[in-house]
């Protein structure tokens, strides 16, 4: 009978686990497949849910860094999400909050590509499952309990029953669909506002919202969010695949 020392100790031991790098071109796949899920219209719709769960989380977890209340999360089926907390309307606290949503997944990405560049596939994986585990007490409807219940199964399937070079794929695939998917998001955010703009209408997106906090135009914000987003992806680059480009 396996007793309760030595499974934290196994539990550990598989944390800690470092992988041998995967050949190139194994991560050259992993990498395109991801892509692939984002820039093809109907696999987008999809895995863009993963994108807002990680952009939400981000609202929250800068909310709670700037000393403001959180109050829950909410997932939409059309893809958007919505983070509420308490605090001032106005000032730092409220800007920082706005200002993290789009980055965020880009940023996931970035440390991500750090833990598979050194190994800890394992480790990244376990650690996604804490972080759904940690956003689940957050969620405040159905659908996005559904949608957080769904990556953790996925994620905890991976990192329980696959091989370690299946893990490491996975992990690069996420890395592609997050850092690239933060990007798509935050150019679809211009076009979305253009539209609304032709409509008469005003929109409550982050870019607006940060805006009227502000007075830096929206579109100076979108811009912020392309040119983090992209840095993270270039980032992501160097780190899963050194030496390139050759020179």
Do not use: K
Not at 24 to 51: D, I, K, N, S
Not at 89 to 103: E, I, Q
């Amino acid at each position: 009978m396996t007793t309760a020392p030595e499974t934290v100790a196994d539990l550990w031991a598989r944390l800690a686990e470092r992988a041998a790098p995967l050949p190139p071109e194994w991560t050259a796949a992993a990498v395109a497949v991801g892509a692939l899920l984002v820039l093809v219209p109907t696999t987008w719709r999809l895995v863009r849910h993963a994108v807002t769960v990680v952009h939400e989380g981000g609202h929250g977890l800068a909310a709670v860094l700037s000393g403001r209340r959180l109050s829950g999360i909410r997932l939409h089926g059309d893809t958007s999400g919505l983070t509420v907390s308490s605090g001032p309307p106005t000032g730092l606290g409220m800007v920082v909050t706005l200002l993290a949503g789009y980055p965020a997944p880009a940023l996931a990405a970035l440390g991500a590509s750090w833990l598979l560049a050194t190994g800890f596939a394992a480790g990244l994986l376990w650690a996604l499952v804490l972080l759904l585990a940690l956003m689940l007490v957050q969620i405040r409807n159905w659908f996005g309990l559904w949608v957080v219940l769904v990556g953790a199964a996925v994620v905890g399937g991976v990192t329980w029953l696959a091989p370690v070079v299946w893990q490491q794929s996975f992990g690069l695939a996420l890395v592609s669909v997050l850092g690239l998917g933060a990007v798509r998001a935050s150019l679809e955010l211009q076009s979305s506002r253009r539209r609304s703009a032709r409509r008469g209408g005003s929109t409550q997106s982050d870019a607006d919202q940060l805006a009227r906090l502000t007075h830096v135009p929206g579109v100076l914000w979108v811009g912020v969010f392309v040119a983090v987003t992209a840095a993270c992806v270039v980032g992501c680059g160097l780190l899963l695949f050194p030496g390139w480009p050759a020179p």
